[in-house]
Antibody, heavy 120, light 108 residues
């Protein structure tokens, strides 16, 4: 069965960076695009970007351009999301989610989420 | 503009029918996806595309689109349907994802 297992909770300081991981299993890793989203406490879902695990190409939401980097390791079926220059507004649960098709924008499988807390 | 607008909260009596709506210009070009999220849990896809329901989702849940408005309809609402519901689609450019602000559904 498809599983997305995310790394554990992180605490970051303002100005620092955080790198989260999402390990996929149960399907062909390089076939389906992977999305990253976040959800601030008590707020809605926010789409951050997408990565093609096959070639590594990415597209980022304009809000995060220049501050986010998504990468992948095909040998371990893992995607990564690094966010730089953290502020308190980056405190959120971060999700990876797999597309239902190669790339459609429909997210059929979700990781359990990683809580990132930014605090001095 | 690339935005999806949802009512913040909707309520429905147990066993009745409720419609949750999502408005946005991108819906004229792209179908909506609908996700259900319960407290402390990751979202779950409940309806997508023109007429698609993932396995395990009851057929009491359905979706439709007219013009720039997508709707998620829940018939015979159950207590278990109480959750936040989010619509999503691609933005106008087709290159990025877009989410509505979410609708909190209360089952009375």
């Amino acid at each position: 069965q498809v599983q997305l297992v995310q790394s554990g909770a992180e605490v970051g300081t303002p100005g620092a960076s955080v790198k989260l991981s999402c390990k996929a299993s149960g399907y062909s890793f390089t076939t389906y695009y992977m999305h990253w989203l976040r959800q601030a406490p008590g707020q809605g879902l926010e789409w951050m970007g997408i990565i093609n695990p096959s070639g590594g190409s990415t597209k980022y939401a304009q809000k995060f351009q220049g501050r986010v980097t998504m990468t992948r390791n095909t040998s371990t079926s893992t995607v990564y999301m690094e966010l730089n220059s953290l502020t308190s507004d980056d405190t959120a649960v971060y999700y990876c989610a797999r597309d239902i098709l190669v790339v459609s924008g429909t997210l059929s499988y979700w990781g359990q989420g990683t809580l990132v807390t930014v605090s001095s | 503009s690339s935005e999806l607008t949802q009512d913040p909260a909707v309520s429905v009596a147990l066993g009745q029918t409720v419609r949750i709506t999502c408005q946005g210009n991108s819906l004229r070009n792209y179908f909506a996806n609908w996700y259900q999220q319960k407290p402390g849990q990751a979202p779950v896809l409940v309806f997508y595309g023109k007429n698609n329901r993932p396995s395990g989702i009851p057929d009491r849940i359905s979706g439709s689109t007219s013009g720039n408005t997508a709707s998620l309809t829940i018939t015979e609402a159950q207590a278990e349907d109480e959750a936040d519901y989010y619509c999503s689609s691609r933005d106008i450019s087709g290159n990025h994802g877009l989410f509505g602000g979410g609708t909190k559904l209360t089952v009375l």
